[in-house]
């Protein structure tokens, strides 16, 4: 199979969480495309092992399995799994997450999907990254890599709940690395702008445009263009950078 990134990451294990469709499914044939043996993971269970069915066909090693960010116990049988299943592990991609308060202002905000926001978004991702360490650890070449949001970089209104988490995970991904680093794991962040996917079709017309013209580079943002990104974080070209978030956005917002 023909890719610009072909062997890039040859013999690499990775996990990929939200994996069934959107970024997840681009993320996870892109690395399979570069080389690596995929574990992809998502709630939607039966479109999870659709996706790794038809990855499968187009020559990929990728294998689907169950997970729900909201369950510590779904957390770690997941990890389980996928290490079994990779005999071992290289690379995390934290990608799953859910919005649920998108159009509400902060007053029309309910405690509830406050709460289930943060579950998935913030403790989901920190548990996920924490059962995959002893795997991480021995691999010694570990890297993370959490897909956060440019939402908490200009201050997106009426999601508030969903801004948080993001840029929660930015604040998380610093630290982690910090804490990591002795560990040679690298952890960084991957903030994408508003991309066309499934998870997408709800935003109104009026924000897609405001993105697409306002980027320096004026079209529509699509999985693709957020693939790179990931396969070099989990690349031995990025092993001396931990800590950093990137934002893939076209110009959207340059921090």
């Given at each position: 199979?023909?890719?610009?990134?072909?062997?890039m990451?040859?013999?690499?294990?990775?996990?990929?969480?939200?994996?069934?469709?959107?970024?997840?499914?681009?993320?996870?044939?892109?690395?399979?495309?570069?080389?690596a043996?995929?574990?992809?993971?998502?709630?939607?269970e039966?479109?999870?092992?659709?996706?790794?069915?038809?990855?499968r066909?187009?020559?990929?090693?990728?294998?689907?399995?169950?997970?729900?960010?909201?369950?510590?116990?779904?957390?770690?049988?997941?990890?389980?799994?996928?290490?079994?299943?990779?005999g071992?592990l290289?690379?995390?991609?934290?990608n799953?997450?859910?919005?649920?308060?998108?159009?509400?202002?902060?007053?029309?905000?309910?405690?509830?999907?406050?709460?289930?926001?943060?579950?998935?978004n913030?403790?989901g991702?920190?548990?996920?990254?924490?059962a995959?360490?002893?795997?991480?650890?021995?691999s010694?070449?570990?890297?993370?890599?959490?897909?956060?949001?440019?939402?908490?970089?200009?201050?997106?209104?009426?999601?508030l709940?969903y801004?948080?988490?993001?840029?929660?995970i930015i604040?998380?991904?610093?630290?982690?690395a910090?804490?990591?680093?002795?560990?040679?794991?690298?952890?960084?962040?991957?903030?994408?702008?508003?991309?066309?996917?499934?998870?997408?079709?709800?935003?109104?017309?009026?924000?897609?445009?405001?993105?697409?013209?306002?980027?320096?580079?004026?079209?529509?943002?699509l999985?693709?263009?957020?693939?790179?990104?990931?396969?070099?974080?989990?690349?031995?070209?990025?092993?001396?950078?931990?800590?950093?978030?990137?934002?893939?956005?076209?110009?959207?917002?340059?921090?």
């Open positions: 199979m023909m890719s610009p990134f072909n062997s990451l040859e013999g690499r294990r990775v996990l990929v969480t939200g994996g069934a469709r959107g970024l997840g499914y681009a993320f996870a044939q892109a690395i399979g495309q570069a080389g043996r995929v574990v992809i993971a998502d709630i939607l039966e479109r999870v092992l659709q996706a790794a069915c038809e990855l066909e187009q020559g990929l090693q990728v294998t689907g399995v169950t997970l729900d960010l909201g369950s510590p116990e779904s957390i770690n049988a997941c990890v389980a799994e996928a290490v079994a299943a990779l071992g290289d690379g995390l991609v934290n799953a997450s859910i919005t649920n308060s998108g159009g509400k202002t902060c007053e029309q905000l309910d405690i509830d999907t406050w709460d289930q926001v943060m579950q998935v913030v403790r991702t920190w548990l996920m990254t924490r995959c360490l002893p795997a991480l650890r021995v010694g070449k570990g890297a993370v890599i959490n897909l956060a949001s440019d939402t908490p970089l200009w201050g997106a209104p009426n999601l709940a801004v948080a988490s993001k840029g929660a604040a998380m991904t610093r630290s982690l910090r804490e990591l680093g002795t560990d040679n794991i690298t952890v960084n962040a991957i903030a994408p702008g508003l991309v066309l996917v499934e998870a997408t079709a709800y935003v109104p017309e009026a924000r897609h445009r405001l993105y697409t013209e306002q980027r320096a580079i004026q079209r529509p943002q999985p693709e263009d957020v693939s790179g990104a990931v396969l070099f974080a989990l690349s031995d070209l990025s092993r001396f950078i931990t800590g950093q978030t990137l934002p893939v956005n076209g110009g959207f917002v340059m921090p």
